[in-house]
């Protein structure tokens, strides 16, 4: 694993802003890695490999080696379309353990990096599917629908001292 807190590191971040991004070598989270760096801020777009989102040993360890953190950006996902008659256990399993616990474990490990009075900014993508629900998608929409219950009740946790 990378060491994101190096003292080379220590230095860079300690002027800008800093952005963790779960599934940093996605398409979603590339785009906005690159409109971060943009706009000044210090990206942190950590692979699967780097950061399994399923871990929650994995996530405690990478998120210990950060001393601050300004915004998350809950981009890892995972979709295995199939219709419900033909899903497997397994995928429903792994599509709710990357989409939604994955996600509940980031915000949880990244919150006390984000204290006031600092502050900082969680961001949960969701999807269509969690509202309208789409054809083979039912694991990736109760997913994505759960996400929506916890960033609601998140808001109301946290809104007030953020």
């Keep these: 694993m990378k060491t994101w807190n190096s ?6 971040f300690a002027s800008a802003p800093i952005c963790v991004l779960t599934g940093g070598t996605g398409d979603l989270a590339r ?3 690159a409109e971060l760096k943009i706009q000044g801020w210090k ?5 699967r490999t780097e950061l399994d989102v399923t871990n929650s040993d994995a996530i405690k ?3 210990g080696t950060l001393s601050k953190l300004d915004m998350l950006v809950n981009c890892a996902g995972e979709l295995y379309d199939s ?6 256990i397994q ?8 989409n939604l ?7 949880q490990a990244a919150a006390p990096l984000m204290k006031p009075p600092h502050g900082g900014s969680v961001v949960f993508l969701s999807s269509g599917s969690a509202k309208f629900g ?15 219950g916890l960033v609601q009740s998140l808001a109301r946790e946290w809104g007030k001292s953020n």
């Design 7 to 12: 003292p080379k590191n220590l230095e860079i």
């Design 31 to 33: 785009a906005l890695e």
């Design 43 to 47: 990206v942190l777009a950590p692979s």
């Design 61 to 63: 360890a990478f998120f």
């Design 83 to 88: 219709l419900l008659t033909q899903l497997t």
């Design 91 to 98: 995928q429903w399993d792994a599509s709710c353990a990357v």
């Design 101 to 107: 616990t994955g996600a509940f474990l980031c915000a």
């Design 134 to 148: 789409n054809v083979g998608q039912a694991n990736y929409a109760a997913a994505k629908a759960g996400l929506i």
